[in-house]
């Protein structure tokens, strides 16, 4: 048996010592070139603009991720902008890090944190520290007065994209049974459902939507089983509204369904049953906004809109591509509704309207236009929708 | 030397020397082959280690402002490890710290909103309410995980099991009440309780942005060392743990002991939902249940069950979280690659627990 090499306690302490001395002096040594060093690293090139994203989840969910995910790279090719990225970020204190260390560490002068639930209390509380920093939030309800200067607030109207999905799927539809797998009862969601139904109802005034609330936004297990259910019941389109509509394509097409996309393009996810979808167009906003952010302007001096809204007609959202199975008649109609939508002829909640429990939603002569508060308010399915908002 | 005696002394001081040499040198041994192995992976992915090592470093220890960045991070985790961790110490499997902290949240928000704010009739101070808070998210936690532990001891139910499912219950329960009872019509973001009360938010620590929580979380975890090592009960429980058959022959109350160990390990992650609502969420909502409870179950296990190695363990993996950031914004790396670096960093140091007592260098040699 050799024996192993005595370290006594003496000999240890010494050398403990003395490397935490080494360490020590070259950690002072070494603080003065650092920060020469952060500032090159920051702030990218002389002049450019450095803008954050941040997502909730990955960036290639067939969903609302990679809606913004495909925007940011559509901004990233303007020139004088640099973007970075961060992903699946959870709605707790690591976004505010995030946030922080984006500005901080890489001179990010405007951030995206695209998430819904990242506005409230994050970042406004970033936007309050960081004054010269411009925040942009799709959805999220910009109060004047009440929230910061720097704060900006985007979105679209994209159920007039979903009615046109509806027009799609009432007429491809043979039994006039639609189904529509949605997460939970909120207005953005009903909104979708009611747009989608309307449009089916303009060509197939018979057509019902059945809908299940799965009760969250990423529920893939019962996306499944809403999907395989509604194809026992003889539903042959189904269109959806939650984070990631990848099960829901995915489960109807081996089903040998018809679908309708939500977020992004899932065409390669049902490269058969495919028929169109309602997608995010953040490309185009995305772009205009990265350009006024190279041409100097900002929140804060006016330059930019503190609230952007619009829908087909101001590129915030667009139809996909139709699929293979639509028929000419089918696109003829689509394109009929989405023109009609473009120039304003079309007003998608217009009397008479009633909801499924009998109630008078809207008299004859009555109308919502897109803009009208009263539509972020919904907490009604209209006639033809079987499903409650209260499950 | 003469006399046999500081000899012998000596030697157990040696030996005690050499141990304690052990338990520093397996986990930093175990930490450089993680690091090595990720490197591998980089390398594979496209980027440079060493550029990386260095990121990592910078974005998690590199300066005071990455430091709060990793603290934040750690804090709850801290206080969510012992909800597995104490129970362990008696031999239990526990890991439902997810509802625990959940139900402690809830427990904290139920007595914020009734006793603080605008509507209350009693004008208590913030302080008192904020103790309250404390204490009912910490009962809330607590008897949660004792319905684990009195399954356990009345009735044979596997912990593990019923602690794990009492989980889902209790996220459920918290969406119920978020989405019906509770929820605040006004607020759009997401549904969501009504707003603590500005004056019962938890401020931050003089001069950073970390929250009170850290500090709570520190002193419980030395608390909890104290009480396992240090205290009858904390030996009791360790002799249970050891052997449950010779602890009820020696007459120690098992079923007490059970139920205790439990309560105190939930009310742990019971303080962190209240901490979580009170200083970040500042109302109740899905944002609490954010793996904080998982993460913990893995803090516990990695800390070979000392509450002290918990904090340095619960630091460690606040820093691999804060650099998962900079992986993806400067070194384009996927945003899963903080889990494989995690993932990496636990097996191996999970690894080397079983090579305790087997390097010959590392042993007492006097024999």
Redesign the interface.
């Known amino acids: 048996m050799s024996?192993?090499?005595?370290i006594s306690?003496r000999q240890?302490v010494r050398g403990l010592l003395a490397t935490t001395a080494f360490g020590v002096a070259t950690k002072l040594g070494g603080c003065s070139p650092s920060p020469e060093g952060e500032a090159s690293s920051a702030g990218g090139g002389e002049g450019e603009v450095v803008v954050g994203f941040i997502y909730v989840g990955?960036?290639d969910d067939f969903g609302y991720n990679q809606a913004h995910a495909e925007g940011a790279q559509a901004m990233a090719a303007v020139p004088g902008i640099k973007i970075?990225?961060?992903?699946?970020?959870?709605?707790?204190?690591?976004v505010l890090?995030?946030m922080?260390?984006?500005i901080?560490?890489?001179g990010a002068t405007v951030i995206f944190p695209t998430s819904?639930?990242y506005?409230?209390?994050y970042m406004l509380e970033m936007a309050a520290e960081f004054p010269e920093v411009q925040f942009f939030h799709a959805g999220?309800?910009y109060q004047e007065g009440v929230h910061p200067d720097n704060v900006g607030s985007y979105f679209g109207y994209i159920d007039e994209a979903q009615y046109v999905g509806g027009v799609i799927a009432g007429r491809m539809s043979e039994t006039g049974q639609l189904g529509f797998v949605a997460a939970?009862p909120?207005p953005q969601v009903l909104r979708n459902i009611n747009s989608f139904t309307l449009g089916a109802q303009s060509v197939n005034p018979a057509a019902t939507t059945q809908v299940v609330f799965t009760?969250?936004w990423a529920e893939p297990v019962k996306e499944a089983e809403a999907t395989n259910s509604m194809a026992d019941q003889g539903i042959d389109v189904i269109a959806c509204h939650v984070d990631s509509p990848k099960v829901v394509m995915e489960t109807a097409e081996k089903r040998g369904l018809y679908t309708v996309g939500y977020h992004a393009n899932q065409a390669p996810l049902a490269p058969e049953g495919y028929l169109t979808g309602a997608e995010w167009d953040w490309e185009s906003i995305y772009t205009s906004l990265g350009q006024q952010f190279v041409e100097g302007k900002t929140l804060m001096a006016g330059g930019i809109e503190h609230v952007l809204r619009g829908g087909l007609a101001e590129n915030f959202c667009k139809v996909s591509p139709y699929g293979p199975a639509v028929t000419e008649e089918a696109q003829a109609e689509g394109d009929a509704a989405k023109e009609a939508l473009i120039t304003g002829v079309l007003v998608i909640y217009e009397g008479e309207l009633s909801d499924n429990k009998g109630g008078a939603i809207l008299a004859a002569d009555e109308k919502y236009e897109q803009q009208n508060i009263e539509l972020e308010k919904m907490d009604w399915l209209i006639e033809g929708v079987k499903g409650s908002t209260g499950s | 030397m003469t006399s046999p005696l500081p000899q012998a002394s000596t030697d157990i001081r040696r030996s005690a020397w050499r141990r304690s040499l052990e338990v520093i040198v397996l986990p930093v041994a175990a930490l450089l082959v993680a690091l090595l192995i990720f490197g591998g992976f980089c390398a594979l992915a496209g980027a440079n280690p060493i550029g990386v090592y260095g990121s990592i470093y910078k974005a998690a220890f590199g300066s005071w402002s990455a430091w709060q960045n990793t603290l934040i991070r750690a804090s709850p985790l801290m206080l969510t490890a012992l909800c597995t961790l104490l129970p362990a110490r008696l031999g239990l499997v526990i890991i439902g710290n997810e509802g625990a902290l959940v139900m402690g949240g809830l427990g904290a928000i139920f007595v914020g909103l009734g006793l603080g704010g605008a509507s209350s009739s009693l004008d208590l101070p913030a302080v008192v309410v904020q103790l309250a808070m404390a204490i009912a998210g910490m009962t809330a936690g607590g008897l949660w995980i004792v319905l684990a532990g009195a399954l356990r001891h009345y009735r044979g139910v596997n912990e593990t099991i019923s602690s794990l499912l009492l989980n889902y219950i209790a996220i459920a329960f918290l969406k119920h009440l978020v989405e019906g009872p509770l929820r605040d019509a006004d607020f759009v973001t997401k549904p969501s309780s009504a707003e603590l009360d500005p004056t019962l938010w938890l401020g931050t620590l003089p001069g950073t942005r970390i929250h009170f929580g850290l500090l709570y979380g520190l002193i419980i975890c030395v608390i909890a060392y104290v009480l396992i090592q240090r205290t009858t009960f904390g030996f009791a429980t360790r002799v249970t743990g050891s052997n449950i058959r010779a602890a009820k022959i020696a007459g120690l109350p098992v079923g007490k002991l059970t139920l205790a160990i439990c309560f105190l390990g939930g009310s742990a992650a019971g303080l962190a939902g209240m901490i979580e609502v009170a200083a970040v969420q500042k109302r109740l909502n899905e944002s609490l249940i954010s793996n904080y409870g998982y993460a913990g179950i893995l803090v516990a296990f990695v800390s070979r069950q000392n509450p002290l190695a918990t904090i340095l363990v619960a630091i460690l993996l606040g820093g691999i979280l804060a650099s998962g950031g900079i992986l993806q914004r400067s070194h384009n790396l996927p945003d899963a690659t903080v889990l494989v670096f995690q993932g990496i960093v636990f097996l191996c140091v999970l690894f080397s627990d079983s090579l305790y007592g087997k390097i010959p260098q590392l042993q007492e040699t006097t024999k």
């Open positions: 024996r192993p090499i005595r306690r240890a990955p960036k970075i990225e961060e992903a699946n970020v959870p709605e707790t204190s690591a890090e995030t922080r260390s984006m901080e560490i890489d819904f639930g506005f409230d209390p999220g309800l939970i909120i009760g969250g």
